[in-house]
């Protein structure tokens, strides 16, 4: 196996000590709402989670991100897993 993912890992840990993680912001997404949304709107929340995620790795100075009310068997979560 590749060593790209150890790699990015190593930087990430780097990136959370020099930030300080443990003194910035706490964002939490909310998805306990799924059962009113339509499936146009739950392929877009998972779009922005995995969008918000994504530019959270890369920043300089990360943030420490929560998701919530992703049952198991739900379509956001379904999206989610499909990420590689």
Same mark, same amino acid.
């Given at each position: 196996?590749?060593?790209?993912?150890? &790699? /990015?890992?190593?930087?990430? &840990?780097? /990136? $959370?000590?020099?930030?300080? %993680?443990?003194?910035?912001? /706490?964002?939490?997404? *909310?998805?306990?709402?799924? *059962? +009113?949304?339509?499936?146009? !709107?739950?392929?877009?929340?998972?779009? +922005?989670? /995995?969008?918000?995620?994504?530019?959270? &790795?890369?920043?300089?100075?990360?943030?420490?991100?929560?998701?919530?009310?992703?049952?198991?068997? $739900? *379509?956001? &979560?379904?999206?989610? !897993?499909? %990420?590689?």
């Amino acid at each position: 196996e590749g060593k790209g993912w150890e &790699r /990015r890992e190593k930087l990430w &840990r780097e /990136r $959370c000590n020099k930030g300080n %993680i443990d003194e910035s912001f /706490r964002v939490c997404f *909310d998805c306990n709402f799924e *059962d +009113q949304m339509t499936w146009k !709107e739950v392929n877009s929340l998972s779009l +922005q989670l /995995r969008y918000a995620y994504a530019m959270n &790795r890369k920043s300089p100075m990360p943030l420490h991100v929560h998701v919530t009310g992703v049952k198991s068997g $739900c *379509d956001t &979560r379904k999206h989610l !897993e499909k %990420i590689d």
